[in-house]
């Protein structure tokens, strides 16, 4: 069975770009969750989606934003880009509510 | 608030020598699931194991080890033997029953060296 997969692996962008990171789920997993993991901070929640709906969010501004499609597969879109945001976006998901998390491999994002 | 204390930053050992990594968590729900995940140089965070808050057997998986104990808010690792290729990040999680179990708090983490 095929693990979480996220695109691109790694991305460099100018401040006030914007950015779409792109992660496709274990297959039959529904939820999808969204961390942003930096030296300073962490590993931060940025959002949780179930069945195409936001069920959770983290405490992130208004620029970062995602969706989910019908086949599970989930976008996050980060606008107005600014030198903190560049970190390690890891992309979650889960087969059921409270079970285990798997993760992707990340995709690097550098703000120049 | 659902809390994930790691006071541990960085461990070193040497390879054979047994680790345990401390977990400590504040959460004021009933319903809990605490969570290791490894994280290696490659940067993909590896689930280890998930353990609910009314289960509090402790588990071995081969050289792994568990100890979670409600009274103290603890959910403890153990590396027994350590070997060079259990080096990386460890990172202990909790996630709340009524917050929704898709928001996973996440401790500092804790980087493990085990040197030869």
């Known amino acids: 069975k095929a693990g979480v997969t996220q695109t691109p692996r790694y991305l460099i962008k100018t401040r006030g770009q914007q950015v779409t990171l792109s992660c496709s789920p274990i297959s039959g997993h529904r939820s999808v969750s969204w961390y942003q993991q930096t030296p300073g901070q962490g590993l931060q929640f940025l959002f949780e989606y179930f069945s195409e709906t936001q069920r959770n969010k983290g405490n992130f501004p208004g620029r970062f934003s995602g969706r989910q499609f019908s086949n599970s597969r989930s976008e996050m879109n980060v606008s107005t880009l600014e030198l903190g945001d560049s970190a390690l976006y890891l992309c979650a998901s889960r087969l059921a509510e409270y079970n285990e998390q798997f993760f992707g491999p990340g995709t690097r994002l550098t703000v120049l | 608030a659902q809390k994930v204390t790691q006071a541990q930053t960085e461990i070193s050992v040497v390879e054979k020598e047994d680790v345990t990594l401390d977990c400590v968590y504040e959460?004021?729900?009933?319903?809990?699931?605490l969570f290791w995940y490894k994280q290696p140089p490659s940067g993909e965070l590896v689930f280890l194991i998930r353990r609910n808050s009314f289960d509090e057997q402790n588990e071995i998986s081969g050289r792994y080890s568990w100890n979670f104990q409600k009274s103290t808010s603890s959910f403890n690792f153990t590396i027994t033997a350590s070997q060079v290729v259990d080096s990386a990040v460890y990172f202990c999680a909790l996630s709340e029953e009524r917050t929704n179990a898709g928001k996973s708090t996440f401790g500092d983490g804790t980087t493990l060296t085990v040197k030869p």
């Open positions: 959460t004021r729900d009933t319903t809990y699931y």
